[in-house]
């Protein structure tokens, strides 16, 4: 009679080898992983400018060069998030003057776009999501903290600005920023984007960087169309810190020809 041979189990040691190869494993590739992630929310989120970019060409075509913009009183302070459920934005007792956000919900409207394009999907350190009410009959975002990743060009320039040649119309020159991800703001620690300098270490800058993307960088649109990942905020025309104003202020209008400031900031 054949006698069958008597089945080996695993030893303690045999397993614990198995379970140290298996953590090293996921220790090498864990990181690589969440570098693609990481790379691909960037490569979406440029995709999202990109397709803003168009739209605003779009929308300059159709409205004599004029980029988007709601009631303006040059010299008055800027505001967010008013009239939202205002039937016209331009209409008495709506959206408020020198509205950042209502020229940007103007824009997804006017150009029908999607309200998923004013979003980034990087999550970790932000919490965006689409507006659903968005469409015609409203004039503003329902909550642009939630509903709004990205900064763009301040319409509202200082009438010294508007002397100097601030570009309010397209074509904008290639060198100058239009919008990127969203301005961080001054919130010490994390952020602080008056504490900056150009060709500071890469640690320090990080406090000048949209939180998008965990401080890496952030993606901006420029006057060309064309939308660069960019390591530090002083990328527009003359090294301008594209969440400043020249003055060293951020919710504040443009005071000259160069003086790109983005907002709304966080």
């Known amino acids: 009679m054949k006698i069958q041979p008597i089945a080996r189990a695993f030893t303690l040691i045999e397993l614990l080898v198995v379970i140290a190869i298996i953590g090293i494993l996921l220790a090498i590739l864990l990181p690589a992983l969440e570098h693609v992630r990481h790379q691909s929310y960037i490569t979406k989120c440029a995709s999202n400018l990109r397709q803003i970019g168009q739209a605003l060409t779009l929308y300059a ?3 004599h060069g004029s980029r988007p913009r709601t009631l303006y009183s040059p010299g008055q302070p800027v505001t967010m998030g008013t009239g939202t459920t205002a039937a016209d934005p331009f209409a008495a007792g709506g959206v ?10 103007l824009l997804m409207v006017s150009q029908k776009l999607p309200a998923e394009l004013f979003t980034c999907l990087y999550n970790d350190e932000t919490n965006y999501e689409p507006d659903a009410l968005a469409g015609p009959g409203r004039s503003n975002f329902s909550d642009y903290k939630k509903n709004l990743a990205y900064s763009f060009a301040n319409p509202y ?3 010294a600005a508007i002397d100097a040649g601030y570009p309010l ?4 020159q290639a060198d100058i920023a239009l919008a990127s991800d969203l301005n961080p703001g ?3 620690p994390v952020s602080d984007v008056l ?3 150009p060709r500071m270490a890469s640690s320090a800058m990080k406090k000048g960087l949209s939180l998008n993307h965990e401080r890496d960088g952030m993606n901006v649109l420029f006057g060309d169309g ?13 090294e301008d810190n594209i969440f400043s104003t020249a003055s060293g202020k951020v919710g504040d209008s443009p005071n000259k020809e160069t003086d790109i400031v983005l907002l ?3």
């Open 61 to 63: 075509n159709e409205n």
């Open 96 to 105: 408020a003057e020198n509205d950042l956000t209502a020229p940007i919900y």
């Open 157 to 159: 320039p200082s009438q």
């Open 169 to 172: 119309k397209q074509p904008a």
């Open 186 to 188: 001054v919130h010490p």
């Open 195 to 197: 504490s900056v300098q």
């Open 226 to 238: 064309h939308v660069a990942w960019e390591t530090d905020p002083f990328c527009s025309q003359d």
């Open 264 to 266: 709304p900031a966080r």
